[in-house]
């Protein structure tokens, strides 16, 4: 069946750090993948996403490759703000599931000043 | 634009009340919502799947007789929990998508925090 997993947390990084959160998943066909991310007692935003082999997905620094052929999906920011300390999802809708989100566990990300 | 919102954004009540929670989208219509429940530091879970003028479609697991849902029309789907008890305690987030719009993409709403003593 279709799957996303990701890398484990809690993930604790100091201000101006590199950040890396992988993500894999597993599908049928061609999914569209997302990353989603949710700050304390709030709902979730749509951070990024790519709908087909090698787009990149990009938006306030963050950004995520779509490789096919890896089946991944790996979040990266150059240089983490504290502002960025949440909880990043990576969900893939499969092809034909009528819209369904699948979602990773979530990784919690701590930035520290 | 895309903007969902969920009324109320917390509630608590009594072990044995039922508690209705509304998903609006704002400003597109939206033939298809969905609502999910997320336990603490865990993963959004998908309960159904409510589609507008039809019945919901219920994940495997999910009682369709203690969670209704009911999608009248193209802006608002409602949650209702019946006879509440505490395990129901949990965050219940609900999502649309645009009608004729991507197919892939959801738009959440703030979510709802209920606490059932």
Request: hydrophobic fraction near 25%.
């Given at each position: 069946g279709n799957s996303v997993t990701q890398m484990e947390g809690p993930v604790t990084l100091s201000e101006e750090a590199f950040l890396t959160i992988n993500c894999t998943y597993t599908a049928t066909g061609y999914p569209s993948l997302f990353w989603y991310v949710q700050y304390p007692g709030e709902g979730l935003q749509l951070l990024l996403k790519a709908t087909k082999a090698d787009d990149k997905g990009s938006n306030k620094g963050f950004e995520a490759t779509y490789r096919k052929e890896t089946t991944s999906f790996h979040l990266e920011k150059g240089s983490v703000q504290v502002s960025d300390s949440a909880v990043y999802f990576c969900a893939l809708v499969a092809q034909d599931q009528g819209g369904k989100l699948i979602f990773g566990q979530g990784t919690e990300l701590s930035v520290k000043p | 634009g895309a903007v969902v919102s969920q009324h109320p954004s917390w509630v608590i009540c009594k072990s044995g009340t039922s508690v209705k929670i509304e998903c609006r989208s704002l400003d597109f219509q939206a033939t298809t919502m969905f609502w999910y429940r997320q336990f603490p530091k865990q993963s959004l879970m998908l309960m159904a799947t409510s589609n507008e003028g039809s019945k919901a479609t219920y994940e495997q697991g999910v009682e369709k007789d203690k969670f209704l849902i009911n999608?009248?029309?193209?802006?608002l789907s409602t949650l209702t929990v019946t006879?509440?008890?505490?395990?129901?305690?949990s965050f219940y987030i609900c999502s649309a998508i645009i009608?004729?719009?991507?197919?892939n993409e959801q738009f959440f709403g703030p979510g709802t925090r209920l606490t059932v003593l």
């Open positions: - | 999608h009248a029309s193209l802006t006879s509440a008890h505490p395990e129901d305690s009608s004729g719009g991507l197919h």
